[in-house]
């Protein structure tokens, strides 16, 4: 079974290592100790404790109801805007977002850079690499 170190841990998550560390502190998820010291987290553990963060109610702590299962909220840092059609970027921790809309949608969302915002995948065909 692989282990991960907090640093590690904290970049799957993508929140800092100090965040990681105080969440394992408040037994959010367990860790042990490696026989250099090195504070370890199951990768099983750490798959389980991702799970129920993205399982987690929006920014306001209304659930959100949408078939769409891949949320990634973040903030939107670039907006594109031609006649017709848009192109916003959104980062979501590590993780940088680009969706091809509408102008139109774009509008009726009001989105501008620095706002909050989550994109929602959905997809028939999703490509998965490994490290």
């Given at each position: 079974?692989?282990?991960?170190?907090?640093?590690?841990?904290?970049?799957?998550?993508?929140?800092?290592?100090?965040?990681?560390?105080?969440?394992?502190?408040?037994?959010?998820?367990?860790?042990?100790?490696?026989?250099?010291?090195?504070?370890?987290?199951?990768?099983?553990?750490?798959?389980?404790?991702?799970?129920?963060?993205?399982?987690?109610?929006?920014?306001?702590?209304?659930?959100?109801?949408?078939?769409?299962?891949?949320?990634?909220?973040?903030?939107?840092?670039?907006v594109?805007?031609?006649?017709?059609?848009?192109?916003?970027?959104?980062?979501?921790?590590?993780?940088?977002?680009?969706?091809?809309?509408?102008?139109?949608a774009?509008?009726?969302?009001?989105?501008?850079?620095?706002?909050?915002?989550?994109?929602?995948?959905?997809?028939?065909?999703?490509?998965?690499d490994?490290?």
């Amino acid at each position: 079974m692989q282990s991960y170190t907090i640093g590690q841990a904290a970049k799957l998550l993508g929140v800092s290592p100090d965040t990681a560390r105080r969440w394992a502190d408040a037994g959010r998820f367990t860790t042990h100790r490696d026989d250099s010291g090195r504070r370890l987290v199951d990768g099983r553990d750490l798959a389980a404790f991702a799970v129920e963060l993205g399982q987690g109610d929006d920014a306001e702590g209304e659930p959100s109801y949408t078939s769409a299962r891949n949320a990634f909220p973040g903030i939107v840092t670039a907006v594109k805007l031609g006649d017709i059609a848009a192109q916003v970027e959104i980062q979501a921790g590590p993780h940088r977002l680009v969706s091809l809309l509408t102008r139109e949608a774009v509008e009726e969302l009001g989105l501008e850079v620095g706002m909050q915002a989550t994109a929602r995948v959905k997809s028939t065909s999703v490509h998965i690499d490994r490290p």
